[in-house]
């Protein structure tokens, strides 16, 4: 069973535009929300990561947007640049375990 | 300093052979994770080891699969009598400490190829 759901599967944003990736989960005992960035041949490396008491979190050009009663969380990148191209995993803590989303595979044009 | 790092990068193999794959964790890090990431998706959890002990192994897909951590350092995962099914990037990650909010650490992946 799939607990986070994360759209779209892909995207294709122009250089400077706005990259915007959303997720959604069921479990209510998620307590850490995460972003992982990976590049082909790598692994994927922490990107941006918000608490449920924190609706947004801001590191520069990416911003996490939280809704709680949604259950909804996302990731925008502003300003999106060719180097951000990469596969984009959202994912949710619980117990001793982040369960990942199917991820988004984000494609920067110039 | 080092990473995460996984070995062999590439694995080729026939069907129903058996395979291991190795995994040494950043030094220090008492968490250990591994995970399957199948052509275009996302992260399969497989198990959990804090120090040599594996709380969760409930992620393993069969009895086929099977994992261990020795000296609270270095993981193998094997992969016995594999299939086509199996084929698919194995991603090891470490993490310092068990918290919510401890990032973990990935490695490159081993790409296994079951013929």
């Known amino acids: 069973q799939q607990q986070v759901k994360q759209s779209p599967q892909s995207l294709i944003v122009q250089k400077g535009g706005i990259s915007i990736i959303n997720c959604a989960y069921e479990?209510?005992?998620?307590?850490?929300f995460p972003w992982y960035q990976q590049f082909p041949g790598k692994g994927p490396a922490l990107l941006i990561a918000?608490?449920?008491?924190?609706s947004e979190k801001k590191e520069g050009r990416f911003t996490i947007s939280f809704n709680k009663s949604a259950k909804q969380f996302s990731l925008h990148i502003m300003d999106s640049q060719p180097g951000d191209s990469a596969t984009y995993f959202c994912?949710?803590?619980?117990?001793?375990?982040?369960?990942f989303g199917g991820g988004t595979r984000l494609m920067v044009k110039p | 300093g080092a990473g995460v790092s996984q070995s062999p990068s590439n694995k080729v193999t026939e069907k129903g052979k058996d395979v291991e794959l190795r995994c040494d964790p950043i030094?220090?890090?008492?968490?250990l994770y591994w995970y399957r990431q199948s052509l275009g998706q996302g992260l399969e959890f497989l198990i959990y080891?804090?120090?040599?002990?594996?709380?969760?192994k409930s992620g393993l897909p069969s009895d086929r699969f099977s994992a261990e951590r020795t000296g609270g350092s270095v993981s193998t995962l094997t992969i016995q009598r594999t299939q086509q099914e199996d084929s698919a990037v194995y991603l090891c990650?470490?993490?310092?400490?068990?918290?919510?909010?401890?990032?973990?650490?990935f490695g490159n992946g081993t790409r296994l190829t079951v013929t």
């Open positions: 030094s220090g890090h008492t968490a």
């Open positions: 994912a949710a803590h619980a117990g001793n375990m982040l369960t």
């Open positions: 479990n209510t005992a998620f307590d850490y």
């Open positions: 990650a470490s993490s310092p400490r068990r918290s919510y909010n401890s990032p973990l650490h």
């Open positions: 918000i608490r449920p008491d924190v």
């Open positions: 080891f804090q120090g040599n002990s594996a709380p969760d």
